[in-house]
């Protein structure tokens, strides 16, 4: 019998221990309606419908509608936005519903409350659901921002998820959205990329059963002509090659290791939770970066995270430690993982010891979602209850990279060469411009200028800019100094330049940049971006 983890993901309740009884268990696919959680000025609303498990339990979809309440009028809006009596019988259908905002919601921005209604025939009696069918959830309306302001960026800059989950991953007690789906809810939320890192350990199995494994890689090998299909099918739009590969750390623990633009696949199962106790890895850390193609390259997945102790114990998962980050094959950490607190503090820490020891590594956002574009829904062991939260969503934490064209080969250039920053709403970004001042009489105070400018660019939704922060780093420095504290006047856009004299023979090694903004209209926290460094080089 397989152990059982439960992630964030849409809920699979279907599955039960052996000889256990499942609450949430019934006799019916899993229906649920999925919606960004945030929308740009002139997207229309994505409905993303799905039905899973309806080879098991055959459904017929009769009609779904939705009603939208703009919350600061009470502007109520209703429709019927399917009414294809279809009937389903496969593992998993979805489909994406575009409803335009038009008439009364045209000109209504901020927080919209909406709810999908389903109606549909089971053993040809009738019945209904609201949001989704699953047991104990709790029905509340989903709730979406629609902004009145584009996403924050600069000229050749764009958006992304770089941890993203796909239906690529399938177990137990959890799938994920299909990637075309994904691209629509994407591009109404602003987004030109994510990154699909579905586990190693899903990637393995046979289509038509998750508890048993295929060598011949049929689900890695779909999954990898859908992606490269979907590429050329949307202009304007990157989705790229991925995996989470499941690697033992320098301790034997199992750890995980995101791949972007691979084509070759790696076994992982050490913490797949599919046999009881057999938790080595296939590969170490190490053993994978040696073996990786020269397009791909590998960031740390969320590597600061604290492991529970059920997870330690059951399927021996560890940490990230700085030794295993050191690794010269490593291009960067994924510090930024769908929320701010304890973790996101620690890889901060970390990702500056690495600098100031001369690692030129780069830091990279993301949210590990598995679906979930507007609230996870996560089982609770035993199988007895549904929990919901507002974390951890597809799209919320983003990195911005700078491109020339919105392509694959593009996004993953940026990814490798750090011209990438992290954000969950407002942008920075700087240049510098170097400038010898050189005394010929005396050598020793020979100077080089550095003129620096830094511009940021925020929204009502991610409020204006109070601080803004500039940092140089110089190798085998205990710390960073503070080179530059700009203190702003709740602006939404700013520009400044400044230039700084420094000795010529110890110049700073690197300089990167933190904003922040307050008063935020359209996000709970206040709004931060964290530049990657950029390397002075003599």
């Not at 102790?309 to 980050?325: F, N, S, T, V, Y």
């Not at 304890?342 to 500056?352: H, P």
């Not at 170097?434 to 020979?446: A, E, G």
């Not at 830094?454 to 960073?480: L, M, P, Q």
Request: proline share 4%; aromatic share 12%; with cysteine.
């Amino acid at each position: 019998m397989p152990i059982v983890i439960p992630t964030l993901m849409y809920a699979e309740t279907h599955y039960r221990f052996k000889y256990f009884f499942s609450f949430l268990k019934k006799s019916e696919p899993e229906i649920l309606a999925d919606i960004p959680h945030r929308l740009e000025p002139n997207a229309s609303l994505p409905i993303l419908l799905i039905v899973k498990d309806a080879d098991h339990y055959p459904v017929e979809l009769t009609s779904v509608s939705i009603t939208i309440i703009h919350e600061a009028t009470g502007t109520i809006f209703s429709q019927r936005i399917f009414s294809n009596e279809t009937s389903i019988n496969t593992p998993l259908w979805w489909k994406v519903v575009h409803v335009p905002l038009e008439g009364a919601l045209q000109k209504l921005f901020g927080f919209l409350s909406i709810d999908v209604y389903f109606n549909y025939k089971l053993n040809n009696k009738a019945r209904k659901c609201k949001n989704d069918n699953y047991r104990t959830s709790s029905k509340k309306s989903y709730r979406i921002f629609r902004s009145s302001d584009y996403l924050p960026l600069f000229p050749g800059w764009i958006q992304g998820d770089t941890h993203t989950h796909s239906s690529y991953t399938n177990d137990q007690v959890e799938f994920g959205s299909p990637i075309e789906g994904s691209v629509e809810l994407s591009k109404a939320m602003g987004l030109s990329f994510f990154c699909v890192t579905d586990h190693s350990y899903d990637l393995d199995d046979r289509v038509d059963d998750y508890l048993k494994n295929d060598p011949g890689l049929p689900k890695w090998k779909s999954q990898q002509e859908e992606i490269t299909t979907l590429n050329k099918a949307h202009n304007n739009f990157a989705v790229i090659h991925g995996e989470e590969v499941s690697v033992w750390n320098q301790k034997r623990q199992n750890v995980h290791l995101l791949l972007f633009a691979t084509k070759k696949y790696f076994a992982g199962s050490g913490d797949s939770a599919e046999r009881w106790f057999r938790t080595k890895a296939e590969h170490t850390i190490s053993e994978v970066l040696d073996k990786i193609e020269p397009a791909t390259i590998a960031y740390a997945a969320h590597p600061a995270e604290a492991t529970p102790l059920l997870q330690r114990l059951l399927i021996g998962r560890g940490e990230w430690a700085l030794d295993d980050m050191r690794n010269t094959k490593l291009t960067g950490i994924q510090i930024l993982n769908g929320e701010t607190g304890t973790a996101f503090e620690r890889g901060l820490a970390a990702w500056k010891k690495l600098l100031l020891e001369g690692k030129r590594i780069y830091i990279a956002a993301g949210n590990d979602a598995h679906g979930n574009f507007n609230r996870f829904k996560q089982i609770k062991i035993p199988f007895f209850k549904i929990i919901e939260a507002d974390k951890q969503l597809f799209g919320r934490m983003r990195t911005a990279v700078q491109v020339g064209i919105v392509s694959e080969t593009e996004v993953v250039s940026a990814l490798q060469f750090g011209r990438t920053v992290i954000t969950n709403g407002p942008m920075v970004t700087f240049e510098i411009k170097p400038q010898d001042k050189i005394n010929i009489s005396l050598k020793d105070s020979k100077k080089i200028t550095i003129e620096m400018t830094v511009k940021g660019n925020s929204t009502n939704e991610f409020g204006t800019f109070w601080n803004c922060i500039v940092y140089a780093g110089r190798v085998g420095d205990s710390s960073e100094t503070l080179l530059w504290n700009i203190q702003l006047d709740n602006d939404f856009n700013f520009e400044f330049t400044r230039a700084f004299d420094f000795l010529q023979k110890t110049p700073p090694n690197y300089f990167r940049v933190e904003a922040f903004t307050h008063n935020c209209a359209g996000i709970k926290e206040n709004g931060f971006c964290y530049t990657n460094p950029t390397w002075f080089e003599r």
